[in-house]
């Protein structure tokens, strides 16, 4: 089946412990992306990826990082995680060619 | 960033009614990509619209890209209640392929 998978789907930790949200998709799907999702603001582009070892910054990458070592690889990183990073995040993948994104089910984070 | 800002915020309506939400945006998308996304789950593509002008349909859903592919409509028809969810309406951007996505629209259909 095609999907975009995330792990975990609910994490809480605490202010300053190092995290990593993994994202895999096994469509062999260039584009990659993660969104954050918050009440009112609606789903905000962290950072995004358009092949291998490409990435850039969307419009929220502040306390994020990501890497692209692998096609269907793209894990989300957070260093030192913040309660202002408590949040609903979701991983999408789309083809080149085809526009229109997959995406996962979903990051539940709450940093305390 | 292209700022895209959908209307209304919230709708109500009964079963049977029709309903339109709409994608505004000041930017020029190579793409118009409207989702549906349901609680606790991810957005869901409903549909990709390409070309200023194009109309395409979904069963009820009926979709439209401007003709200068700014702004966009969702028009359902006889909406039910399994309609019900949040919509998204996201752009890709002409040089960066970027999506960027509306705030959304939560539909409810009551019975």
């Known amino acids: 089946e095609a999907q975009v998978t995330q792990n975990p789907r609910y994490l809480i930790t605490v202010t300053g412990k190092k995290l990593t949200v993994t994202c895999s998709q096994n469509?062999?799907?260039?584009?990659m992306s993660w969104y954050r999702q918050d009440p009112g603001l609606g789903l905000r582009q962290i950072y995004y990826?358009?092949?291998?070892?490409?990435?850039d910054k969307g419009d929220v990458p502040e306390g994020y990082k990501v890497s692209r070592k692998e096609k269907r690889n793209f894990p989300l990183i957070l260093e030192s995680p913040s309660p202002n990073q408590t949040s609903l995040y979701f991983c999408?993948?789309?083809?080149?060619?085809?526009?229109?994104?997959?995406f996962g089910s979903g990051t539940r984070l709450t940093v305390v | 960033t292209q700022l895209l800002e959908q209307s209304p915020q919230f709708l109500s309506i009964q079963e049977g009614e029709n309903l339109t939400v709409y994608c505004n945006s000041s930017s020029v998308f190579s793409s118009l990509q409207w989702y549906r996304q349901e609680p606790g789950e991810g957005p869901v593509l409903l549909v990709t619209v390409v070309t200023g002008g194009e109309v395409k349909k979904l069963k009820r859903l009926t979709f439209q890209f401007g003709d200068a592919r700014k702004d966009s409509s969702l028009h359902i028809t006889a909406a039910q209640p399994g309609d019900t969810g949040l919509y998204l309406c996201g752009g890709e951007g002409s040089n960066d392929y970027k999506l960027s996505f509306g705030a959304g629209t939560t539909v409810t259909v009551r019975a």
């Open positions: 469509m062999n799907h260039e584009y």
């Open positions: 999408a993948s789309s083809s080149r060619i085809l526009h229109g994104y997959t």
């Open positions: 990826s358009m092949n291998v070892e490409v990435t």
